[in-house]
């Protein structure tokens, strides 16, 4: 038995090195990251986290540290699913989905770092290990960037290697989207890879409009277009506009999933494992896209999704994120030039180890 001795909780506010704009959100200025420490009773650590846009950070930790710690302490940390299950339905009639998918995320990623150590396996081959390597695009923030600024973003993607692209749509008007659109499109060439995401800010009808003006420009997934509830209107969106949608980062549990895939027809689900419960909450996500024939494809958090993606038969894209948290880890991600996929890391747990030096000036009381 690897008892639970002690659950640690600690708050980060890291500033962006450039104001970053979405449809829907808004400036982002700060991204947060909540991070679990898990100490058991052989002397062994894992290490958990979370990250937010810069709102919510410091509620995610205080449900850490006055709920899920006193579910875990004492228990097992071998039984990860089991623990994962009781977080869930300890909070679940206050704080289902929502804070509590993010606060059990950190708690399950720390589990799961705990046992690939004690597997002495990296995560990906620990999953699965079907490859070291998984197709990646470059997804910036940036709808505020002016039109010099966008293609010169995208070019130095394109300098790192990378084979794929994706821009953030939301201008004020459909023709300066468009304008963008063809723009990229024109830099980058007809071989590469190109996505687009509207961050929700449409209705449903715009989106339909939308898509079928973007269809001369080869796109793969138009992520995101409306409100991610409206499952309905993924559909249509998808069957009228001729295109293939893309979304899932707004959706916290299982069930939502389900519904996005039968009733959205999205072809393209983004889980991502610091809002859908974590590791566990995220290898639920991608078997049900298995089970539906569907690659599983990721939003941010690139630095540990790239290791869940390579163990995956089903690997669809990682997001290269705006959120740089993996500049404050020891091996931020890598890209292999020759093919522009991203690498898998090799070191024994989850492949995400904080450089906590860099770290020490952004944390702050919750």
């Keep these: 038995m690897s008892k ?39 002397g062994r650590e894992g290490i958990g986290y979370t990250y937010t846009g810069g709102f919510g950070g410091r509620a995610i930790c205080s449900l850490i540290d006055i709920e ?75 709808l505020n960037f002016p039109l010099e600024k966008l293609l010169a973003n995208n070019q130095k993607y394109l300098d790192m290697g990378l084979k794929a692209v994706k821009i953030k749509l939301g201008q004020k008007t459909l023709d300066e989207d468009i304008q963008r659109i063809a723009a990229v499109r024109e830099l980058v060439g007809p071989d590469v890879t190109f996505m687009v995401d509207a961050n929700m800010s449409w209705s449903v009808e715009k989106a339909i409009k939308a898509a079928k003006a973007m269809a001369p420009y080869n796109i793969l997934f138009l992520e995101e277009p ?47 494992a610091s809002n859908v419960g974590g590791i566990t909450g995220w290898l639920k996500v991608a078997y049900l896209a298995q089970a539906n024939n569907l690659a599983v494809s990721t939003h941010g958090m690139q630095e540990l999704h790239v290791s869940l993606l390579a163990a995956m038969p089903n690997a ?7 959120f740089p948290i993996d500049q404050y880890t020891t091996r931020p991600l890598v890209i292999d030039k020759e093919d522009g996929m991203a690498v898998a890391p090799e070191e024994i747990g989850i492949g995400v180890t904080f450089d906590w030096k860099k770290l020490a000036p952004y944390k702050l009381p919750f």
């Design 4 to 42: 639970i001795t002690a659950v640690t909780t600690e708050y980060y506010r890291i500033p962006l090195p450039e104001l970053m704009e979405d449809a829907k959100h808004g400036l982002h200025t700060h991204f947060e990251v909540p991070i679990v420490k898990i100490e058991t009773e052989d």
């Design 226 to 272: 409306t409100i991610p509830e409206d499952y309905e209107g993924y559909a249509r969106i998808a069957e009228e506009g001729h295109i293939a949608v893309a979304g899932g980062e707004n959706l916290r549990t299982l069930t939502e999933f389900h519904h996005l895939l039968k009733y959205g027809h999205v072809d393209f689900p983004q889980p991502d």
């Design 68 to 142: 899920l710690k006193n579910i875990l302490l004492g228990k097992d940390a071998s039984c990860v699913e089991a623990l994962w299950d009781e977080m869930n339905w300890g909070i679940h009639y206050v704080a289902r989905g929502g804070l509590a998918s993010f606060a059990i995320a950190a708690c399950d990623i720390a589990l799961w770092d705990l046992r690939t150590k004690k597997a002495n396996e990296p995560l990906y081959k620990l999953l699965g290990g079907v490859s070291n390597k998984v197709k990646c695009y470059g997804g910036a923030i940036d």
């Design 316 to 322: 669809g894209y990682l997001e290269m994120h705006s």
